[in-house]
């Protein structure tokens, strides 16, 4: 919001320089974010009075006029249109600086002869001036402009731009911050005058008032003004308007802006002899209705939405914008001035709808005070009367359905205060700030019953209360102690602990997080064809047709992260996410499982000048960085061959398992799932962990399990091994039979073959096994029976082989 100074002191009065006036805003809360200086460079700038004017000699166009500057009379050479003899005008003298024409930047006035004549200075347009680029005439000042007053003490201004926050609707207007100015610097501010002549015959033999829909419209008060004249505003008000933006369209609308930038009320003005039965009826749009607005659209209204109607047709959408029909134009004399309380919710959901944002919906949309229209009603009846001339019916309009129920008291205990603040202010500085606020307060045996002024809308609660106290008085008198009371016990959450440390892992394994959206689509989800599993809980009013239901598994964010970054990216591509999924049960709340997806794409390495190209991932990349993670939380994976799983590509993929129980799965995607997506890269390697069942496992795992297993102090000794097997033997379980061995402490596979020199049905599968003792150096012997004694269970569980 824009506050002019100028504007500003016909309020309150400004002892206190603005600087500190922006600074204590700020601390209470109202943050000035700039103080913007309008006048420019104006010195040797006066304001001077025309005394004659008459024609240049030697030029049709240019005229010499007689200047009265206040020190002397000077005549200046001058080519605008509008100069004329009596005028208030902006006199620069020789030495001033003006923006030049030309180039628009700022040159020194210097002494000219134009046509034979000399020019002593020159009477200034705004363009010149720095104001606009109106240059087609000169300014021409208010009548009551002092001569020889300098031009920045009559046109130049302060504006305070201050961030209002959404609960302050009444610090959009003038009068909302000059009462906050005159609270924080103990100062009375003084409001408008709203009295007015009632001279017309009594209002309700004009005009009518109906509500229907009281729970949109709940307040509605309205005045009758017969015989006025339209046309253009007068300077001054053109001048206030201009100050904050607005554009002058006739006197009876300006008036209209002028009290709502002034109040914060917005007004509305019609054509009584086009409100159809002299009666105006709030209500709903009905189906399919539509409307002619100011702006020259017919619109479709919703069904919701809260119109102003005669009794034929709609003439405005409420709090929104009016009917073109039942504007003002300059052959209007009666009219009917508007002032009512629309419900916010209703009219932010209309604008919305009709995508209309004006200044009336900015503030309806926040809540008024129903008390605020009539007070608004009033001043702005009084200044139509004074700039528009007729004759104000007696009485107004006033339908109010819920006045007797209205009650926007506040009780506040001097215990709540304490409790709230942590600071007991004395009492009577309670009472002095409230008042300050324009609050009428009533003591009670415990506190005080407030009641808030009809221009705040936002002290609804004791805590509002406790608020408006602390911010008058000072954050910054609060004093500062040391928590007291019993300090919050840590209360041990195994669950948190593992999934942290399962993003640490991950993280360390040189995996980069991401976070995607809880809500997407059944029909994303089933691109990347996760196992079967319960339907997704649909959302009841989602934001878009793209978040309608809750997720049941991380896949297809993950994947589609990755698919984003492959359309721009070239190098390694390493993504996981650690969220819940929701699961329906059928009744009552989802189950919520922690779980952890994570895929790999693209080469291993950046490319590097000293090397060539880089192996690309696949599945022991995910393989890996599953076995890191288990490893880190103290557990020994088993990978097995699982039940299908559309996801990962046929005879790529495997469970993953440890203690009996399933933690997931880990493989290379299925290429058509890529497509799916929109992947430009593959192979993609993917994991998904069930982060709840590890922690499930690690809780029912008694402690003496997690053991130190010391450094092996003795040398190793490495033996390979190849033998044959059935091609549907797991390389998994021959490993887990060879490490069973007494001496083995290490054993991986290196090498599997398929193919000639190989019986049908068949494979070769390589060993290394590592043997060690904690206690001694092995001998040959030993070594070479412990050998004998893993062929031997190779052959008798599996029918294995030495390959020859």
């Not at 009709?354 to 009539?374: D, S």
């Not at 004093?479 to 360390?508: H, M």
Request: charged fraction near 25%; aromatic fraction near 6%; glycine fraction near 8%.
């Amino acid at each position: 919001m824009r506050i002019p100074v100028s504007w500003l002191k016909d309020y309150v009065p400004l002892a206190t320089p603005i600087e500190e006036v922006a600074r204590r805003l700020t601390m209470a809360g109202l943050e000035v974010e700039a103080i913007e200086r309008t006048g420019g460079d104006w010195r040797g700038i006066v304001v001077g009075h025309v005394q004659a004017v008459r024609p240049h000699p030697n030029a049709d166009r240019l005229r010499l006029v007689t200047v009265d500057t206040g020190k002397e009379t000077v005549e200046v050479v001058c080519g605008a249109p509008n100069v004329a003899e009596g005028q208030k005008i902006a006199y620069a003298a020789v030495g001033a600086t003006l923006v030049d024409g030309h180039t628009g930047k700022p040159a020194q006035l210097k002494p000219a002869r134009i046509r034979g004549v000399v020019s002593n200075g020159m009477v200034c347009s705004e363009r010149e001036l720095g104001i606009s680029q109106e240059h087609e005439g000169i300014l021409v000042l208010s009548v009551d402009a002092p001569i020889g007053t300098p031009l920045a003490d009559v046109l130049g201004d302060a504006i305070l731009d201050i961030k209002v926050s959404p609960n302050r609707p009444d610090c959009l207007s003038l009068l909302g911050i000059a009462r906050e100015i005159a609270a924080l610097t103990d100062v009375r501010a003084v409001p408008p005058p709203v009295e007015y002549p009632e001279s017309g015959p009594p209002v309700g033999s004009l005009a009518q008032v109906r509500i229907d829909d009281p729970d949109l419209c709940r307040r509605y008060t309205a005045s009758v003004i017969a015989g006025i004249r339209v046309g253009p505003s007068p300077q001054w008000l053109v001048d206030r308007l201009g100050l904050l933006g607005q554009n002058p369209i006739n006197n009876v609308v300006d008036v209209t802006n002028y009290v709502m930038l002034e109040m914060g009320q917005p007004l509305h003005a019609f054509n009584l002899r086009e409100v159809h039965g002299g009666t105006v009826v709030v209500r709903r749009a009905t189906q399919g209705e539509k409307l002619l607005t100011l702006d020259g659209a017919e619109r479709s209204l919703p069904g919701d939405a809260l119109v102003i109607a005669d009794t034929e047709r709609p003439i405005g959408l409420a709090g929104v914008i009016g009917g073109l029909r039942s504007g003002i134009t300059e052959a209007t004399t009666d009219i009917l001035l508007e002032s009512a309380t629309f419900d916010a919710a209703n009219n932010r959901r209309t604008q919305a709808a009709l995508a209309i944002k004006t200044e009336a919906t900015v503030r309806f949309e926040k809540g008024l005070r129903p008390e605020l229209a009539e007070v608004a009603l009033k001043r702005a009846t009084r200044l139509i009367h004074e700039v528009c001339g007729g004759t104000v019916a007696a009485g107004w309009i006033d339908v109010w359905p819920g006045r007797e129920q209205h009650d926007p008291s506040v009780m506040v205990t001097r215990r709540k205060l304490a409790q709230v603040l942590g600071v007991e202010y004395p009492e009577h500085q309670v009472e002095k700030t409230l008042a300050a606020l324009g609050c009428t307060v009533a003591f009670t045996t415990d506190g005080w019953r407030i009641t808030p002024p009809y221009w705040r809308s936002d002290i609804t609660i004791p805590e509002d209360a406790a608020e408006e106290l602390a911010r008058v008085i000072g954050y910054d008198t609060i004093p500062t102690r040391v928590i007291s009371g019993e300090l919050p016990r840590w209360i041990p959450n195994p669950r948190r602990d593992v999934r942290e440390r399962v993003r640490d892992a991950l993280v360390a394994c040189g995996m980069q997080e991401v976070v995607t959206y809880p809500l997407t689509t059944e029909e994303s989800m089933a691109r990347v064809r996760p196992p079967a599993g319960p339907k997704p809980l649909r959302v009841a009013n989602p934001m878009s047709s793209e978040f309608g239901a809750l997720r049941t598994t991380l896949r297809e964010g993950v994947l589609r992260a990755v698919a984003r970054n492959t359309h721009t990216w070239r190098g390694p591509i390493a993504l996981f996410e650690c969220a819940r999924v929701y699961l329906d049960q059928g009744e009552g709340l989802p189950q919520e499982r922690e779980m952890a997806v994570g895929a790999f794409v693209g080469p291993r390495q950046a490319t590097h000048w000293s090397g060539g190209v880089a192996p690309v991932f696949d599945f022991f990349d995910a393989r890996g960085a599953v076995e890191s993670v288990l490893e880190t939380l103290g557990i020994e994976a088993e990978f097995a061959a699982t039940a299908e799983d559309a996801t990962f590509a046929a005879g790529r993929y495997a469970s993953v398992a440890a203690g009996g129980r399933r933690l997931g799965v880990v493989g290379e995607v299925s290429p058509d799932v890529l497509v799916a997506i929109g992947c430009d890269a593959s192979p993609v390697a993917m994991f998904e962990i069930d982060v709840d069942a590890i922690a499930d496992l690690i809780a029912s795992r008694p402690r003496s399990d997690v053991q130190f297993k010391p450094f092996g102090r003795y040398p190793e000794s490495v033996r390979d091994l190849s033998i044959v097997v059935d091609q549907n033997v797991e390389a998994g379980k021959v490993l887990a039979l060879a490490k069973r061995a007494r001496l083995v402490a290490d054993a991986t596979v290196f090498d599997e073959y398929r193919g000639t020199g190989l019986a049908a049905g068949k494979k070769a599968l390589g060993l290394r096994i590592v043997y060690q003792a904690p206690d001694r150096t092995l001998t040959s012997e030993e070594i070479d029976r412990a050998h004998s004694s893993i062929l031997r269970g190779l052959e008798h569980e599996f029918g294995a082989v030495l390959r020859s």
